[in-house]
């Protein structure tokens, strides 16, 4: 299936040129690369396409539009935890964003059919855990200015009813203060919840299929299996070699390039 997104990044590169925030000889090769994906991509030549696409993402262009164009991409391909990988990260950029949310369930769903088949199991562990799932549809940049204008919400109420006489405006202000507070908490434990300030390590998604081993070395005794498209947290790093900790108490030493971290 064609994709119409991709034609927002040109057109991004083209007002950050206008503007001055990238140097026009670097806007005009990122859009010359743009342009190089696009038609390999009307061509259907996918494996172009993402090749041209990921040099965009190593050249510093982090879009919601490109990580949704490369999730359909490797979708298409059969490369389904490269897939969630890049929807995951599309709604990170962009929380809210139905195409990509739509494309995140296909590609579970497809990676739930393909463990079926091969071990007879129909599920993955791939969704967050139930706090993060709760703040998906927001940014950090909304929560944190959120935070901010409930923070002086309340300062205002707080100052207002030292100085108000009414009896009602003193009473409602009163009841009114504590909500306003109980938002603030809520959403900076949201915000927390955005950061990963509860939790360890970095959240990452596993690319591929591969071993789990002891320790930082091929040669490592293996402990068990990661599965393309699960959610893992990032406790270290060695060499070429991540350690990371998934669903069940999982734990142990995986290959760099066989995790995307969000």
């Keep these: 299936m064609t994709s119409l997104r991709q034609f927002g990044v040109a057109a991004a ?9 990238l140097p026009s000889a670097s806007a005009q090769d990122m859009s010359a690369l743009w342009d ?4 390999a991509w009307l061509a259907g030549d996918r494996a172009q396409a993402i090749r041209t696409w990921e040099q965009l993402r190593e050249a510093g262009v982090r879009d919601p539009d490109l990580e949704y164009d490369l999730g359909t991409a490797y979708g298409e391909t059969g490369h389904l935890g490269r897939a969630v990988w890049h ?3 599309a709604l990170s950029l962009r929380p809210g964003d139905e195409d990509a949310r739509m494309g995140l369930d296909a590609a579970r769903t497809a990676i739930g059919r393909r463990l079926a088949q091969r071990r007879g199991e129909a599920t993955v562990l791939t ?12 940014s ?40 306003v507070a109980l938002l603030l908490c809520a959403d900076l434990w949201g915000l927390g919840v955005k950061r990963g300030v509860f939790e360890h390590g970095a959240t990452a998604i596993v690319l591929d299929d591969g071993p789990l081993s002891e320790g930082p070395d091929p040669r490592a005794q293996a402990r068990g299996d990661v599965t393309e498209g699960e959610r893992a947290r990032v406790l270290g790093a060695e060499a070429d070699f991540l350690h990371i900790e998934l669903g069940g108490d999982r734990h142990g030493w995986i290959g760099k390039d066989h995790i995307g971290e969000l």
């Design 13 to 21: 590169f083209a007002l950050a040129a206008l503007l001055g925030s």
């Design 36 to 39: 190089t994906a696009t038609h």
């Design 87 to 89: 929807f995951e990260t």
């Design 127 to 138: 969704r967050p855990p139930m706090g993060e799932a709760m703040v998906a549809p927001f």
């Design 140 to 179: 950090e940049r909304l929560l944190a200015a959120l935070a901010v204008a409930f923070d002086a919400l309340l300062f205002l109420i707080l100052v207002v009813r030292r100085y108000v006489r009414g009896e009602n405006a003193r009473v409602g202000l009163a009841v009114a203060a504590p909500l």
